[in-house]
């Protein structure tokens, strides 16, 4: 039924009383004109589907067809075709087929490199001119929230590693870290999957198990999460190519300043608003002392000066995930304030 359909044309919606007919039925009448304005007549089915607060009607039984895409590699440029793959992935497709591949191998070896890297899909149909990537993934067998709580794991771990990394001038460490971001973009990739998929399909979200407005939640924290990796990822690349780590004071001082930067982040992941937001706001004098002090010091210092940068942007990111725990604690209205964006952003 059309959301926006009423008797008047005004976009309001329609309110009804519910009332009992017998011992045993509640009814629920239509104004006529609008009833009309739906293709409903006397006889006709309709389908409820409970959604938390609220009843989705639908004049029939919602099916969950399987969402397909067929891209063609020959009408646009490798780029192009390889984002609109991702982006078709992101928005929920089952079936992603990609054709025009016989004069276009560059672009068949990214589309598999992708479907390795992808959660839940894998390579279904390898033609000669065409490749189908299906998923294959049984979304009531996985957690959003769990999902998200693996994301926070793991760029928490790779955080540590990062500043350690610049601490003792390890290389090795640091390509690990770098190495690991793309399984946080793998996660997030999905979570933002999984959101989207429940904007659209009343069913998704209960295998799922959550509700659109915990869903969207989830999502900005995801979100949050993913560029805290990208941080410690930056972090990391300062570590890589130094020819003498920084002097002590500075590397002290940095190890310090970083796990407090973290604890800021955990604090807001646990929901605890008022230490998060006060160990924010204290944070910010002794991030500008050590940025100033690296930019004064030796070219070896110097480039820490970019890792300071990046621990600012983790605190950052700690409060931003407070404002979401905030918003819960504030409404349960399931309707988000907007949407997310098809590529994360």
């Known amino acids: 039924m059309h959301s926006d359909a009423t008797t008047d044309g005004t976009g309001d919606p329609v309110e009804r009383t519910v009332q009992i007919a ?41 099916s969950t067809p399987e969402p397909a895409v067929t891209i063609d590699a020959s009408v646009a440029p490798e780029a192009v075709t390889i984002r609109r ?7 929920g497709c089952d079936r992603i087929t990609v054709t ?4 276009a191998p560059g672009v068949r070896r990214t589309v598999e490199r992708i479907a390795n890297r992808l959660v839940g899909v894998t390579i279904q149909d390898d033609g000669a001119d065409r490749l189908t990537i299906a998923n294959v993934l049984d979304v009531s067998e996985v957690s959003l929230p769990q999902t998200v709580a693996q994301i926070q794991r793991l760029v928490l771990e790779m955080h540590v590693d990062a500043c350690t990394a610049v601490v003792a001038g390890d290389e090795l460490l640091a390509r690990r870290v770098i190495d690991r971001d793309d399984d946080v973009d793998r996660l997030f990739a999905f979570v933002s999957r999984g959101v989207h998929r429940g904007f659209t399909d009343v069913h998704e979200l209960d295998r799922l198990e959550t509700t659109r407005a915990e869903a969207f939640r989830e999502y900005r924290v995801a979100r949050s999460l993913e560029r805290v990796a ?25 190890d310090d300043v970083g796990a407090d930067a973290r604890a800021v982040l955990e604090l807001a992941l646990a929901g605890d608003i008022g230490r998060t937001i006060e160990s924010a706001a204290d944070l910010s004098a002794p991030l500008e002392d050590l940025e100033r002090r690296c930019s004064e010091g030796s070219d070896s210092d110097a480039g820490v000066a970019v890792a300071v ?12 995930i407070a404002d979401v725990r905030i918003e819960s604690t504030l409404t349960d209205d399931d309707t988000p304030r907007d949407q997310p964006s098809a590529d994360g952003d």
């Open 100 to 103: 025009g591949l016989e004069t």
């Open 22 to 62: 017998g011992n045993s039925t509640f009814v629920v009448s239509l104004p006529k004109a609008w009833a009309v304005e739906q293709g409903l007549e006397s006889g006709s089915s309709m389908t409820l589907y409970p959604q938390d607060d609220r009843l989705v009607v639908a004049t029939e039984a919602v």
């Open 85 to 91: 793959v991702e982006r078709a992935y992101l928005i």
């Open 230 to 254: 990208d941080h410690a990822t930056e972090i990391a690349h300062v570590a890589i190519g130094r020819t003498d780590p920084p002097a002590d004071a500075i590397a002290d001082r940095f």
């Open 309 to 320: 940068r990046r621990l600012r942007r983790t605190v950052a990111a700690g409060r931003e």
